[in-house]
């Protein structure tokens, strides 16, 4: 058969991948924190038909003859530029402004989060007990006025709250002012390392670094930095951080993506009609 029609078949493989990353891109344009993927090829191997010869003393040198044999996917990269800031006037929407993570867990065990994650979307809100959770009623967790690690609770007896730049959160009560905790964000050496889990949430991998630095089992508020420290940017409350996918690219690239869908198919086609010459031949 003929390389170029699995050449053809191949590209059509990776612009069909393509097409799924850029669907998802457009699905999730209005999802708070959201960061958008890019796909990658690159070519695979390609076939010597001659190998190259240097120059002689009575000829001169000879490239490298090669046929390749298609392309195949080299990456899906998550992209983690900012996406801008809305303001809701909410103060539990938050938003990062700068690089870092919010931190959710399932609680505290033996001064550890349960099952860390990460997330960029703010949108918080308050059980009944006054704990800080997002929509799926995973802990929003912080540092408590001891310095240890904590979720992030409002007594429901307070009259207002406030949260700082810094993740200090602040409440009133009949009593006076009040510090509730501080809430602190997960630095990573490899953002793109981070494992999408849905829900708006990533999961740390073997290639984006752990924050863990050792000092004890699990993560804990030594291992997360104060918002504006550690490299991490500032919370800026009354806000969220929208969605970094732009439609205009993400169109673009769906044009460009069709077109190099049919012209690989156009390929096969080119390709088939030259096998039924050759069957042919003997009529």
């Not at 958008?36 to 090829?41: A, D, E, L, M, P």
């Amino acid at each position: 058969m003929l390389r170029s029609m699995y050449s053809g078949i191949g590209a059509m493989r990776n612009f069909q991948t393509k097409l799924d990353v850029i669907g998802n891109n457009i699905a999730n344009v209005n999802t708070y924190g959201f960061k958008k993927g890019r796909t990658i090829f690159k070519d695979l191997v390609s076939q010597q038909i001659a190998g190259a010869s240097g120059p002689t003393g009575n000829r001169g040198g000879v490239n490298p003859k090669q046929v390749g044999l298609g392309s195949q996917l080299a990456a899906i990269d998550t992209v983690h530029t900012q996406g801008s800031l809305q303001t809701t006037g909410r103060p539990l929407d938050l938003a990062i402004s700068g690089d870092g993570f919010f931190v959710l867990g399932e609680g505290v065990n033996s001064n550890a989060i349960v099952n860390p994650v990460y997330t960029r979307a703010g949108n918080f809100y308050l059980d009944k007990q006054g704990n800080i959770v997002n929509a799926d009623g995973l802990y929003l967790m912080g540092e408590d006025t001891a310095g240890n690690i904590s979720k992030i609770n409002i007594p429901p007896t307070a009259e207002s709250f406030s949260i700082g730049s810094d993740g200090t959160v602040t409440y009133v009560d009949s009593s006076g002012l009040h510090t509730a905790g501080k809430i602190q964000l997960a630095k990573f050496a490899n953002n793109d390392g981070l494992e999408k889990a849905g829900q708006n949430l990533f999961r740390e991998t073997a290639n984006s670094g752990s924050i863990d630095k050792g000092g004890s089992t699990g993560v804990d508020s030594t291992d997360l930095n104060d918002p504006g420290k550690g490299g991490t940017g500032t919370i800026v409350a009354g806000t969220l951080e929208m969605s970094n996918v732009d439609l205009a690219e993400e169109f673009t690239e769906m044009i460009v993506a069709q077109r190099g869908f049919q012209a690989n198919t156009r390929i096969i086609t080119t390709s088939d009609e030259i096998l039924q010459e050759l069957v042919n031949l003997k009529k």
